[in-house]
């Protein structure tokens, strides 16, 4: 069986740019089954639609759009695919030091530096501070030269002294700092991608990391801060999400399609990273299914 290792994505600055901005309109940017990294930080604004987001080890579901901000070398997935139904998709992406390397020790710069150190494990802001950058996300991104900087930096300030934001990866994401890791952590996480709606036994993914199963489980706790069960459950939670809030299925299907085999296991588990059961979470979005 092929198994797909970890892409390094080579990022260029725009033309007469020290950073990168792109832009693209309804699902054209579709990676999200590629798992990748870079040293360049990321900040994502997804104009509406809704999907599954990978983080490092962190599996959540985004609805009403996205703003997110992924620190240098994190390992993520694409937020859109054909599914997602975003109005658009604006990527800024630079490096630590594309200013130099002495720039985020300016005083004026600290809140900024300090955000981008949180950076490093994920972050993803909340609905407030999401609507406040997203007209000035789209402005900036149709300016030119310094004022396409000047307004960068405002954006990134305000972000810096916002707190409506979450760490989406518990502790430091041991990865972010040992990229050397991310063949064998990479080929697990694509693995789990592929083939979370079958069983996937300890034996058969130690067997796929090239390690005995004891030590595969300390080292998976390691890197991820959580057992590999506890990361399987969740892709499958944060599928069963999606299918939900967007899909004309009964609770049982749901269930089967999320990779559970048992209804009863499947319910418990969702009430423990959800803390409702799946009807009520279905019932926020007005889409009962009788």
Known sequence: MKHHNPAFEAINPNIGSSFTSLKFQTNENIKSHFWHYHPEIELILVKGGSGKRQIG????????????????????????????????????????????????????????????????????????????????????????????????????????????????????YYLQTHVEDNERINRIFNY????????????????????????????FKKITNKTFTQFVNEYRITHSLKLLAEKPMSITEVCFESGFNNFSYFNKTFKEYIKKSPSQYRKEFNFLIV
Not at 57 to 86: A, M, Q, R, W
Not at 192 to 203: A, G, P, R, S
């Open 192 to 219: 789990v991608k592929d083939h979370f709606k079958e069983q996937i036994t300890l034996e058969e993914i130690a067997e796929l990391a090239n390690m005995k199963v004891p030590s595969f489980c300390r080292y």
């Open 57 to 172: 080890s962190s599996i959540t579901y985004f609805k009403d759009g996205d703003l997110v901000l992924i620190g240098s070398n994190l390992p993520h997935c694409g937020l859109t695919n054909e599914n997602t139904n975003n109005e658009h998709e604006i990527v800024i992406q630079f490096k630590p030091d594309f200013l130099g390397d002495k720039i985020w020790e300016v005083q004026e710069m600290a809140k900024i530096a300090a955000m981008l150190e949180k950076s490093k494990s994920g972050m993803v802001f909340g609905d407030e501070i999401k609507k406040a950058i997203g007209s000035k996300i789209s402005q900036m991104h149709e300016l030119q030269s310094v004022n396409k900087l000047l307004k960068f930096f405002e954006i990134l300030h305000d972000l810096s002294v916002s707190e409506d934001y979450r760490i989406l990866n518990a502790g430091k």
